[in-house]
């Protein structure tokens, strides 16, 4: 299956002054699990990091994305995940190849795809990171590519700004863009509702998924460092 890339540019950009890096603490909540963790957004002249780590009695989990920023656009390097909870074990990383124009995968699933370089390709982290500079820079409607972790299909979303909402977090009112993500040429019904406060850097103060299967969310808790 062929597809395609951003080209690797030799020129990098540091990311977009308004999208602030962070450290902060979230919990995830679905029907399975409750846990706390921190989320950690480090970018520093076009190379930058994205993870989750969280661990309790039952469970930990541990994401991360390392990326490229490029005029803008992500590009990937790799994605790991790491799940251990009793329920389900579940380790892989991706390898984003630009030399070979490969994408692979190692671990629960194992495979790899041919790829050519004229289409954005992004994982489940950084693709937040498109989202945060598209916002930032004014793009209100736009789709993305996310690989699909089991077999390396490439999977369309569209994004939109969906409206503002006012969530409260520590005692202070933020307005948030509403940012709603559904999958394209799918029957699928799961919605993802991104809040982004502007005034927190782009920050996620809430992120929701819901489908007639089932709902999770992830609610900031403590910022730790912004910017």
């Known amino acids: 299956m062929i597809y395609k890339l951003i080209p690797v540019l030799l020129l990098s950009l540091t990311i977009n002054a308004e999208v602030k ?10 029907e399975e699990i ?11 002249e076009g190379l930058g990091s994205l993870s989750f780590k969280a661990k309790n009695l039952l469970a930990s989990m541990f994401f991360e994305s390392k990326f490229r920023v490029i ?11 790491r799940i251990k909870p009793k329920f389900v074990n579940r380790d892989q990383e991706l390898v984003f190849n630009h030399e070979n124009n490969t994408i692979s ?8 795809v041919e790829v050519d370089k004229n289409i954005q390709i992004l994982d489940p982290l950084n693709s937040q990171i498109q989202l945060k500079l598209n916002i930032a820079n004014n793009v209100n409607n736009f789709s993305l590519n996310l690989i699909d972790l089991e ?30 993500r559904i999958k ?16 927190l850097g782009y920050m996620f103060i809430q992120v929701q998924e819901s489908s007639e299967k089932r709902e999770q969310e992830l609610q900031l808790i403590e910022l730790l460092s912004l910017g």
Do not use: H, P
């Open 21 to 30: 890096n962070y450290s902060a603490e979230y919990e995830f909540i679905s």
């Open 34 to 44: 409750t846990i706390a963790g921190t989320r950690a957004l480090d970018i520093n």
């Open 71 to 81: 005029d803008g656009k992500v590009i990937s390097d790799s994605y790991k995940v």
């Open 105 to 112: 995968s190692n671990g629960r699933d194992n495979w790899i």
């Open 151 to 180: 077999n390396g299909a490439l999977e369309s979303y569209q994004y939109i700004v969906d409206g503002v909402k006012t969530i409260e977090f520590k005692d202070e009112l933020y307005d948030c863009m509403v940012v709603k």
């Open 184 to 199: 394209l040429d799918s029957d699928s019904d799961k919605v993802t509702l991104y809040f982004v406060s502007k005034d």
